[in-house]
């Protein structure tokens, strides 16, 4: 996410979404009673003499609502704010009062007035983290050579080029220059801090390159996901973009947080070990201990409970870990159950 103002004191936010990751930042941050401002199209209604009123063209309008309802249609790539017309330009065209649904996508910019909460601050702060981090690390290969790129939220940014030297007519030395040529993409994935990885290419020498990185390095070939791409060029990158591979690992890895996280809440709660606690009472004691080095809250509960938002800015100020479960995914659902849960520095009941 693109932050273009930010004023926590006076509680005003103009960002503009770059993905849909970002809208779903949004999404968590626009509540019930905030004013979006955006840019949208109204149709003007006209009507000709003696005939009933009939529908005219859209028209471009700037316009503030104050929303009501929040719908984060991830399948239409849009964030849907709905509430009355606050105030608008050209005033011909906007109605004071009058419903009007802003439709927020992707390179959009949109201004949200509200009272900033903790909860707000947290999301603020996790997309402007997002948007400064290496996604994916991206690998092409075929026989002769290797492009290697890395994607952030600001796009693609190609790194290296790196030609095989291996050549089947050199019998002998084929072998040995193909390990030299793996050992030296190994060495620049390892060294990649990128949330995925991702090996692709046109041919079989992925497939030989990941068996190489298996037996080399069986943690690092854990964090490699195999893609097919027309190509080891540079173009290589755009294509996995465009097929939305990247963004089905990148979600894929989300929810493998999640997952982590709540595996790791079971089973403290499952020893009885004293390092975990969960619940509103609970937790708050914890917070208030500052025991707490890792906070879970849903992310349902968190937009709206005030001691839940004042949990996060404790331990977010105290440099604890917080994880906001996503309430739509499986993860969310189960940790759902929970509510709010915390992992512990030392116990705190004896």
């Known amino acids: 996410m693109r932050i273009i103002h930010f004023d926590e004191s006076e509680g005003t936010l103009k960002a503009e979404a ?6 779903w930042y949004l999404s968590m941050i626009v509540t019930p009673g905030a004013k979006v401002a955006g840019r949208s199209f109204r149709r003007f209604v006209t009507a000709g003499e003696g005939e009933r009123a009939k529908s005219g063209e859209k028209k471009p309008i700037h316009v503030v609502v104050e929303a009501e309802q929040i719908e984060f249609a991830e399948s239409a790539n849009r964030l849907r704010v709905t509430g009355r017309i606050v105030s608008g330009e050209p005033e011909e065209f906007v109605q004071a009062g009058a419903y009007h649904t802003l439709d927020v996508e992707v390179g959009s910019v949109i201004t949200i007035s509200k009272e900033i909460t903790a909860f707000d601050r947290e999301m603020i702060d996790e997309a402007k983290k997002s948007a400064k981090a290496i996604k994916a690390a991206i690998l092409a290969l075929d026989d002769r050579k290797a492009t290697f790129s890395v994607i952030t939220n600001s796009g693609i940014r190609h790194k290296a080029e790196i030609e095989s030297g291996a050549s089947k007519r050199d019998l002998k030395g084929f072998d040995e220059a193909k390990k030299g040529f793996f050992f030296e ?3 620049l994935l390892s060294g990649a801090e990128a949330e995925a990885l991702i090996v692709a290419g046109p041919g079989f020498a992925k497939d030989e390159f990941a068996k190489y990185v298996k037996e080399k390095d069986s943690k690092l070939y854990s964090k490699i996901r195999i893609e097919h791409s027309s190509t080891a060029e540079r173009n ?3 294509e996995l973009l465009k097929l ?32 975990s606690v969960y619940g509103p009472a609970e937790v708050q004691k914890a ?21 839940a938002q004042k949990a996060i800015r404790a331990v977010r100020n105290a440099g604890g870990k917080i994880i906001i479960f996503n309430a739509q995914d499986e993860a969310g659902a189960e940790f759902r159950s ?8 030392y116990r705190t009941n004896y």
């Open 18 to 23: 770059k993905n849909l990751e970002d809208l």
């Open 185 to 187: 993409l190994y060495t």
């Open 236 to 238: 290589a990158a755009s």
């Open 244 to 275: 939305g591979a990247i963004n089905r690992l990148m979600e894929s890895q989300k929810m493998q947080d999640e997952f982590d996280a709540l595996e790791n809440l079971k089973k403290s709660v499952a020893k009885d070990d004293g390092y």
């Open 287 to 307: 917070v208030e201990s500052g025991a707490v080095s890792e906070l879970f809250v849903l992310d349902e509960i968190a937009r709206k409970d005030a001691a």
């Open 338 to 345: 929970f509510g709010i849960a915390a992992m512990l520095r």
